[in-house]
């Protein structure tokens, strides 16, 4: 059994937590904040876990599972983690999983699990194929061998880069339109988000093709299927960061696509709407969070003024 740091306690650290330590590992998460105290899934144990905000213990193996653009920030542990040249799987959305963490010795790895939280319980839906892809190298055995006793599929790729690129237009179709809508994955199923993500797709595939994936735009409507296939009310990681008021990875997704398009002179009009609807309804969303918290706070003052004393 191995000793598995986990960077991030999200929602896919808490997946991949749970899996390890039913499966005999020992697991422990490197946090900024304090995380919940017990993880449960449905219809499973009440798992419980150490956690640390610095200095943790050695580890066999990193799972590095926050956010893109929190990753400049992650990169503190790996320099007490790392120090034998441990693995770190890099576990994220985008393309170019190696460059982010260099010099360190990354296994790339493409997740198709959707995980979501409500009332403190998590629940998982889980992809028709296997749940994680790596490179073929024997490199990437560590990440590969944690989850041999476990229900996870692993699939190696050769063609890594190309694999990479289709999860991504995958992400680039069903994170921003679910956020938009604000609703689950079967949206895909109406008219005037599968016309919107035909397009987003149209422009997608050539950049994707400049920048040496082997994909072609025919994929598009076995994306497109897939995607649809999910159950109703599959909720996408941007879908609920959104919901709870936190970042979204706009710029490792559409906002990508729109810079390699610059890079590689091909339009990109569609995404950048794409990418002004969604902070638009971001806008929306803490204009009408400030107008809600307004009366309360004005509330407040008025029943304090009501309780001083009188000059």
């Known amino acids: 059994m191995s000793r598995v740091a986990i960077i991030g306690a999200g929602n896919l650290g808490a997946y991949l937590g749970t899996q390890l330590k039913a499966a005999g590992h020992d697991v422990f998460f490197c946090v900024r904040r ?7 899934f449905e219809e499973t144990p009440v798992w419980r876990f150490p956690f640390f905000f610095r200095h943790p213990p050695a580890a066999d193996i990193v799972l590095m599972t926050v956010k893109t653009h929190d990753t400049p920030g992650a990169l503190g542990w790996l320099t007490q983690l790392c120090k034998n040249n441990q693995p770190v799987a890099v576990i994220q959305n985008g393309v170019g999983h190696s ?41 990437c055995n560590p990440f590969a061998d944690l989850f041999v006793n476990t229900t996870i599929q692993i699939e190696r790729e050769g063609a890594f880069h190309t694999a990479a690129w289709r999860k991504m237009l995958h992400n680039c179709v069903s994170n921003p339109l679910t956020a938009i809508a604000g609703r689950g994955l079967e949206i895909l199923r109406e008219e005037k988000y599968l016309e919107l993500a035909q397009s987003i797709l149209a422009e997608a595939f050539p950049i994707a093709q400049a920048d040496g994936a082997r994909v072609r735009a025919t994929e598009g409507n076995k994306i497109l299927t897939v995607l649809s296939s999910y159950p109703e009310g599959t909720r996408t990681s941007m879908l609920q960061d959104f919901e709870r008021g936190k970042r979204l990875e706009l710029d490792t997704l559409n906002g990508a696509l729109i810079e390699m398009g610059k890079k590689y002179s091909l339009p990109t009009s569609v995404n950048e709407q794409v990418v002004a609807m969604v902070k638009e309804r971001v806008k929306e969303a803490a204009a009408l969070k400030k107008q809600t918290a307004a009366p309360a706070l004005h509330n407040g003052v008025k029943r304090f003024k009501a309780a001083a004393p009188k000059s």
Do not use: M, W
Request: charged share 15%; hydrophobic share 40%; proline share 10%.
């Open 99 to 139: 460059d982010r963490i260099a010099p360190y010795n990354a296994i790339p790895v493409l997740s198709y699990v959707y995980v979501e939280a409500k009332d403190g319980i998590y629940r998982a839906f889980l992809p028709q194929h296997a749940h994680f892809t790596i490179p073929s190298q024997s490199s």
């Open 34 to 40: 304090t995380p919940a105290s017990a993880l449960r």
